[in-house]
Structure formats: C-alpha cells, structure tokens
C-alpha cells in the first residue's frame, strides 16, 4: 500500500494522500532544546524561547514527502494575491530568509530545527498600493489539523519567524506577514508610514486577515481540506492585532490568545506628550534610582500578600508615596529630587488632560528595575531615549502629523491626543467591547498581561476585559473569555516573577496546565474552560538551569493565595480566590 502511494503523482492524489496522513497520524512533542534569552525588538522585550520538537508516528506506513502536492501550489489562483515562491524543504534544510535574524543581542534565528515543510510566500494586494508580504510554512507529514496565526509585535514590518518556528514543530500550519510595509533599522520609526495611508490602514487590521484569507486557502489547497481549528497567538501590538480579528473578523479564528494588547493605540503613545520635558530637566531617574524605588515598594507593599517574595500579587493595593524617598541631605542614587518625585508620581497616575480627567492607565508600582522594565522602557540610556520616546515620537511624527523633525513641544498633550483619535483611532484601536459575533460562532479569547508591564499598563487590559463584562453580563462573557494577570512580569515576559506559561512558545511541560497555548486549544477543541494555569520561573530565567519556583496563574478578578503550609515557590501550596 505505501509503495502505491508513493508512486502516485498527481497533485490532487497527492493532496489526498496528505489528507490521509492528517487523519491517521498521532503527534507526539519530545524536548530537544533548551531556552534562549532574548531582547525582542518587534514588540522590544526581554524573552525566553524555548525549542521543542516533532517527532511523527505513522505505524506501518511512513511514506516519503511528496514534493509535487506543495511544488504545484505555484500555480494557485487567489484573488487579490500573487504566489512568489513554493519551496518544498526537508528537514533541518531550511535556509535563514534574507534579512531574517533574532532581536537584537539575541543568537540568530535556528531553522535547523524545523521538520520537512511546504513553504510558500505571497503578496497580497487588496488595493493598488498594498504589498502585503505573507509566509505559509505546513508540515510535510503529521500535521495537527491546526492553523497558528502569528501575530507582530511594534510597528511590524517583518514576518515573525521567531515564533512560526515553534509552531510549525509543534505539528501546526503556521502564517507570519509584515502587514504591508518593511522597518527599517530604527524599529520605533515609522518612516513606512509618511504620505501612505493605506499602508497604515494595512497595518492597522488589514494585514492579519489578509494573511488569514491566503493561509487558510493554501492550506486547502495542499491538504484537501482547510483547517479544523485556527489559533490567532501575540503579544503588545500582535495582541492589538488579536483583538482586532475577534472585533472585525470574528470569522477568521476559533481561538485566540491576547498578551499585554496595545489595543487602545492612540492613547498608549501619549504618554510621552506629558513626560518629555519634565524628564528632559531634571526628572530622569537612572537605573541606580530605579532599583532604590523598587526597594522602597517592596519594603512598603511586599508582606500585604502574605508572602514577602519580591512579588506584588495584586499591585493595585499598594499606594506607595513616592515623596517618602525625596531627598534630605543633598542628591544621591538612595533619594529621588523633587522633580523626579513628581515623575515618579505621575507615572503611577497615569496621563490627565487639561480638565484633569485620566486620559490612559498608569504604571503599577513593583518590578521598576532589571532586564526588560523601565530602564528599557520609560527612562532609556538618557532623557528622552526610552523606548516609549520613540514609538511615541515615531507614531506621531510620521503617523499623525506627517513631520519627521516633530517634537513633543510643538504641540500640547490635549491636542496631539485629539488628532490622533481623530486620523487613527478607527484604524488602529481595537476596543470595541461588542465580541457577540465572536461569541456567537463559538470563539473563545485569552487575555494575559503582567501586572508590571513598563511598557504598556496592566490596567487597560483589565478595563477592556471589564467592557465586555459591561456589554455583555458577567456569565456571558465567562463563557468564552478569560483573563489571567500576571504577577511580577513585565512586557509579554521577563521580571522578577513566573513569566513562563506558553504564551512565547512550548514549555517545558507542554500541557494545558503549564502552557496557556494548549489550554486554549482545549477549550476550543474538547470544550474545558481554563482555570488556572501554573507559571514557572527559572534559575536566571535559562530553563537549563531548573525551576526556582512556580506560581498559579488565576482567571481575574480570582488571585493566588498561599495556603499557610509549605513553600512559596510551589504552585502546590497556593489556591485561587476572589479578593
């Protein structure tokens, strides 16, 4: 038998026999890397990745790739879209795309991993100047059944290799693009966007579901059949773009996990309207300082959850008053001057207009210092070089006003907050509470967001999670929605917390109960809803080194609470609970 289907070579005999394999094989995940540390510049944070492998059993049969079924999709007719290139890959032969790297100090990207694949690249054009650029990679053998959209971080402008990698090894068909447009070297400077509206428009929603659109038909395409279920996975912007897809198209995914969204996009950036210039004289507070911050939240707010961890559980009851480090006996990096007491202050306010009325969320006290928090985010290297500096002056300069020399002093915050949700916001934002169409066709959506995001604040999530509750009744939204908060995490991952829980990828146990991916597709697949999820944290966050502690993670308002008995680094020992 498996000698006849080898030697059959028609493209639709082929897709037939692919189709076969889908139904019978069984997947099964077998570690067979460690952990990498990296900066990510597409959404510019501190991450762990970690590399897991397929291995395929077919029983009896185990035919070899049959290169014709993806070779032909050459010729594939879609509307509004033009097939570059159709590459069938062995394993472990892919080679790096051009251009194609990690973020920035990471290791470069590992396609040696991948099994046999069909990879094919394509441009969409829904209108005359759109260039979409679209991938496609799917399995030669044992594919899943699945298809995992992979959303981008930033301003975009690049396919996400870095987390199709993982997917296609996990068994999944998998689809990156850069939703129109390519960054150039300064990843916060939207240079794309000068003169090309719809090149933003592109950006904005457009993009994802173009690539939607393509996938799922190349993928019925090669299989004989489209996918069962499709998966839409991002962090900070790609969480924008997820929560774009279940508002504007909630067709396209049966499930869909949202992290630290930048949803409400023409707020999150003004921020620095109302910072610049009181950082620029005199307000910046050094990463020496941070840390002294840090110790002074910890040292106030730490005990209140019964465990003194370094841990905030739930930072919303900690009122820290940052006068109480002003400065006695002259400036040090123990003490903060009266102008960086007043930063200090208004970062944890949040922005207010000129009436006084809170225009966007403020940063939560803990986690202020280390790898990936506001030394990264808020005050950089020097005044005015956070990264929240450039992706405000970027977006406003090029997106907003059209002005590459813009300043943050040409205009007031009041002002630069109304012209961008008049040219932008029913572009860009995605919070619309109505998820009914969503809803409706059975999708459901995960939320997460650590609660010491320095770069977009916890709060947000939780107040778009809360409209919906608003629009539709509590139990409605149960049913098809869960947030999950987490406690010392900052941007996507990273912080002093357990920050690893499958939302960059497999883990170490790659099971709905250690992975948020999974318990996903679960509870699309087999209908069980999430309850919590443990998150683990590692020695120097490097998974080779082993665990050093786990914590669960809670569906909100529910938080984790430890029981009195044994030790704080087991998820064993805590319990969720409402506050």
Known sequence: ????????????????????????????????????????????????????????????????????ACEALASLKLPNTTITQVQSIAAGKFETPPGASGPPGAPPLNFTVLPALCRVTATARPTPESDIRIEVWMPAVGWNGRLDGIGTGGFAGAVNYMDMIPALQAGSATAGTDTGHTIGADMTNPTWALGHPVRVTDFGYRGVHEMTRVAKATIKAFYGGGPRHSYFVGCSNAGRQALMEAQRFPQDYDGILAGAPANYWTRAGIWTNGLAAAIEHGGYIPAAKLATVERAVNSACDARDGVSDGILNDPRACHFDPAKLLCKTGDSDQCLTEVQVAVLKSLYAGPHDAKGRRIYPGFLPGAESG???WDLWIMGPAPGKGMLFGFGRGFFSNII?????????????????????????????ATDPDLSAFESRGGKLMLYHGWNDPALPALNTINYYESIVRRLGARATTEFTRLYMVPGMHHCTGGPGPASFGQNGPTEHDDPKYNIERALEQWVE?????????????????VRKGVKMTRPLCPYPQAAKWTGRGSTDDAANFVCREP
Do not use: H
């Not at 809803?529 to 120097?540: E, F, G, L, N």
């Open 401 to 429: 006003f059209g002005k590459p020399d813009w300043d943050f002093k040409d205009i007031d915050m009041d002002a630069a907050l109304n012209a961008a949700e008049t040219k932008t916001a029913r572009i860009l934002n």
């Open 1 to 68: 038998m498996c000698s006849m289907l080898r030697a059959r070579s028609s493209a639709r005999e082929r897709n037939i026999f692919a189709v076969g394999l889908r139904l019978t094989a069984a997947a099964r995940r077998d570690t067979l890397e460690g952990n990498q540390s990296a900066l990510r510049i597409g959404d510019v944070m501190l991450r762990q990745q970690m590399a897991i492998g397929v291995v395929v059993s077919f029983g009896a049969c185990s035919p070899a790739f049959a290169t014709g």
């Open 526 to 542: 087999k209908g069980i809803a999430p309850s919590s999820i443990i998150a683990t944290k590692y020695v120097d966050d490097d």
């Open 371 to 373: 790898p990936g928090g």
